[in-house]
């Protein structure tokens, strides 16, 4: 089955640095990458994805990277801000038997912004 | 994005007890939601798959005797803990969607 790992699992930055986190993923047949992020008490929720046919994607100040040759994609924050400190997660998709997919996640980095 | 609330958002309960959670997705159909187990400081771990009219899937290592999961409409599943223990208190969440996958705000669940 699909595992999924998640690098490094504590980053601390300051403010105004750019902050990295890597995953890596097993089944060559995942095909969709979402990266969630998850404050205190609170719901994970979807910052942004990438789909397999493309190799980048950026949304303001946060950028996604995918390598599906080498089965490695990565999270870019740039200028990183106080409200950035939180847990984020990677997923990858796998096929269910019955129609839709399923996310397998890493485990997850805990991101703290200093100022 | 999508809303999914879960029901209820804390239950403090005793050990032996059943404790039914419910999930909704409020804007649109999912024949599809996913319940994940999360430790403190752990990542969500998949338990199964609600699949609407029929039976759920359990991920490996998950006692679907002991999670009981009904599915019965497009936009309710439930997932009731069956004789409950302390080793069951965690945070359950759930999420639904067709590939964007968007969460409830989950449930922290307190065995005595």
């Known amino acids: 089955g699909e595992n999924v790992e998640q690098h490094p699992s504590t980053l601390s930055v300051q403010e105004g640095d750019s902050a990295v986190i890597k995953c890596t993923y097993s089944d060559s047949a995942s095909n969709y990458f979402p990266w969630y992020k998850q404050e205190l008490g609170k719901r994970p929720q979807l910052i942004i994805d990438?789909?397999?046919?493309?190799g980048e994607k950026k949304d303001q100040r946060i950028a996604v990277t995918l390598n599906k040759t080498a089965k490695h994609f990565s999270l870019h924050i740039t200028e990183t801000q106080p409200e950035d400190s939180a847990v984020y997660f990677c997923a990858a998709s796998i096929a269910l038997n019955q129609a839709g997919t399923a996310l397998i996640f890493g485990k997850g980095t805990t991101l703290s912004v200093s100022s | 994005g999508a809303v999914v609330s879960q029901h209820p958002s804390r239950v403090i309960c005793k050990s032996g007890t059943s404790v039914k959670i419910e999930c909704r997705s409020l804007?649109?159909?999912?024949?599809?939601m996913f319940w994940y187990r999360q430790f403190p400081k752990q990542s969500l771990m998949l338990m199964a798959t609600?699949?609407?009219?029929?039976?759920?899937?359990?991920e490996q290592g998950v006692e679907k005797d002991k999670f009981l999961i009904n599915h019965a409409s497009l936009t309710l599943s439930t997932l009731t803990v069956t004789s409950a223990h302390p080793e069951d208190s965690s945070f359950y969440i759930c999420?639904?969607?067709?590939?964007?996958?968007?969460f409830g705000p989950g449930t922290r669940l307190t065995v005595l």
């Open positions: 609600s699949n609407e009219g029929s039976k759920a899937t359990y």
């Open positions: 804007d649109f159909q999912a024949t599809t």
């Open positions: 990438i789909r397999s046919n493309v």
């Open positions: 999420s639904a969607g067709a590939e964007k996958q968007f």
